[in-house]
């Protein structure tokens, strides 16, 4: 009796951790389905890498707005304490003689004042223009690096998330071969019994299971390690998994719309205009130093001790003050040359540029129309090596092939799938790059709702 209450409660806590068990499916039901779409918008948001630089943005922005300020005058409140050896006095014998020993105290050496100051620049023959010019080609050049991380960001963002797509294919395909290796193995053990085939063709279905297994095996852990990098890059606790699909398209826009969309709206060349622009204001501040600086100022006293002096001296006063430098030691001629070399320096760098993203983008067009056409002509393959495994099937229960015809068979029609999964997902990388370098990644969405119709493995 007791060893049957044993069992009882054996059996039911077998049975509670089998229903309680986690599964690759319940996993796979907790995780987050994300469209590439949706993905694209939350890297951007939890991205540090491109919070760093749009704070960087910011800072340059602020940096530019203060230049404003140039213009500006400068009013500054000055206090002065003075300490003097000795009052300053005044003998009535230096006023005139018949004043002889009389003295009058005109400041005490104690001396006490406060004052408003005023300058007000009015023409720095081009400092201030070039320091404003400079400061917008330096906020211009941080645009131009954010835009350079977004792009970078988003070729990534889509070899991770289809790299899990390509994964999850891969797998389906080991699987697909592996329940088909199953199959034709229950059909060689049948056989043998029957006495219809030899042993070393039950062998061989059994060591071809046995390898699509550890394929199988290897291709989930790709999987896994793929979608943990994509959940890593998203910076996210749960799992997340893809909800597209691999696709290609028909056709693209033709390459020189590329080519032109990139050589305009390139980040990387408004860099480098953005360089361009600072190296002319330099050169703008170093000739600015062969003319004059010209400025108003004026001062109010605000506060001053009761003395002779005070009384005498004026409340207020303004100018205008005119500063001519005769000799400058800093080597403004050479400094001038210098900027020009920086000047030439950033045209040879855009024009070389310019070239290299030519190449690039015809390289990667090639690429893009290369995978298209890889996939639509593996479709007449892909039609022969189901016909064929069919074929073999049919003809290893009648005795006309053997064992090693129909694992040939299998492993040529999931050749096939996995090189065509390989080709969609190398289209979509040269897709990503050309719209990345167009500064098109927002009409992804549009080749995905265009794409040719997938034949989805089942």
Do not use: C
Request: charge should be negative; charged fraction near 20%.
């Amino acid at each position: 009796m007791k060893l049957k209450i044993s069992l009882l409660f054996f059996g039911l806590f077998f049975w509670l951790f089998l229903v309680n068990m986690p599964s690759a499916h319940s996993a796979e039901a907790q995780a987050s389905h994300l469209s590439f779409s949706d993905a694209w918008k939350l890297l951007q948001k939890s991205n540090n890498s491109l919070a760093a630089q749009s704070a960087n943005v910011d800072r340059y922005r602020y940096l530019q707005q203060a230049k404003n300020d140039l213009n500006l005058p400068s009013v500054s409140l000055g206090v002065n304490y003075t300490r003097l050896n000795d009052d300053i006095t005044l003998l009535g014998s230096q006023i005139s003689e018949s004043l002889a020993g009389l003295t009058s105290t005109i400041e005490d050496k104690d001396v006490y004042s406060s004052s408003v100051r005023v300058i007000w620049p009015i023409y720095t023959g081009g400092k201030i223009t070039a320091a404003q010019n400079a400061a917008k080609g330096q906020f211009d050049e941080a645009q131009g690096q954010l835009g350079m991380e977004t792009h970078v960001r988003f070729e990534e963002l889509s070899q991770y998330y289809f790299s899990v797509l390509l994964a999850q294919d891969v797998l389906k395909t080991r699987k697909n071969v592996e329940i088909g290796l199953k199959q034709h193995l229950d059909f060689a053990i049948k056989l043998e019994e029957q006495g219809q085939v030899a042993r070393i063709e039950r062998l061989q279905a059994e060591a071809s299971l046995d390898k699509a297994h550890v394929d199988y095996k290897k291709a989930q852990k790709d999987l896994d390690i793929t979608s943990s990098a994509l959940t890593q890059i998203l910076n996210q606790e749960a799992v997340v998994l893809p909800k597209d699909t691999l696709f290609i398209n028909s056709t693209i826009p033709s390459m020189h719309r590329f080519i032109e969309k990139t050589l305009n709206t390139y980040p990387g060349l408004h860099i480098l205009d953005s360089k361009k622009t600072q190296a002319s204001s330099l050169i703008a501040a170093e000739k600015s130093k062969y003319y004059p600086d010209v400025f108003l100022y004026g001062d109010y006293n605000v506060y001053e001790e009761d003395s002779l002096t005070s009384e005498l001296k004026p409340d207020w006063f303004i100018g205008i003050g005119v500063k001519v430098t005769l000799f400058d030691n800093s080597g403004r001629s050479d400094n001038v040359k210098a900027a020009h070399s920086a000047v030439y320096q950033v045209q040879y760098l855009k024009a070389q540029a310019k070239q290299d993203l030519k190449v690039l983008v015809k390289k990667t067009y090639l690429e893009a129309q290369q995978a298209i056409e890889e996939v639509i002509g593996l479709d007449s393959s892909l039609a022969l090596a189901k016909e064929n495994l069919v074929l073999r099937k049919k003809g290893f229960t009648q005795g006309l092939s053997n064992s090693l015809d129909v694992v040939d068979a299998e492993l040529y029609l999931s050749s096939i799938q996995t090189q065509q999964s390989v080709a969609r997902f190398q289209y979509i990388s040269s897709l990503t790059k050309l719209l990345a370098l167009s500064g098109e990644m927002n009409t992804f969405t549009h080749y995905q709702n265009t794409a040719l119709s997938t034949d989805i493995q089942e």
